[in-house]
Nanobody
């Protein structure tokens, strides 16, 4: 089981980035997949989570209305579309999968390596 996150980089305030999380070794259709971030001097934060069902995804208050999580099951990939970026969105972003839980918990079973997002002018 592997998760590979990519798509990070440097963006200007107000700009956009799209992160990708490609799963291998399992089909992510029915598993909760979450994006977390860990910014400088801050605790790890769950940014968004998709349960893989018809349930609406969840978002941290800090990103609601700006970030969107969505899946492409054909590509076994989960994306995080990040718009209206702010300097405080600067962090390493990780995707993670839960095999035994749900988006209600931060206890994930598999983690990908992070991708750095830097928002700066």
């Amino acid at each position: 089981v592997q998760l590979q996150a990519s798509g990070g980089g440097l963006a200007q305030p107000g700009g956009s980035l799209r992160l990708s999380c490609v799963a291998s070794g399992f089909t992510l259709d029915y598993y909760p997949i979450a994006w977390f971030r860990h910014g400088p001097g801050r605790e790890r934060e769950k940014v968004s989570c998709s349960n893989g069902s018809d349930e609406s995804p969840s978002y941290a208050d800090s990103v609601k209305g700006r970030f969107t999580i969505f899946r492409d099951d054909a590509k076994n990939t989960v994306y995080l579309q990040m718009n209206s970026l702010k300097p405080e969105d600067t962090a390493v972003y990780y995707c993670a999968a839960s095999f035994y839980g749900s988006c209600l918990s931060d206890d994930m079973d598999y983690w990908g390596k992070g991708t750095q997002v830097t928002v700066s002018s």
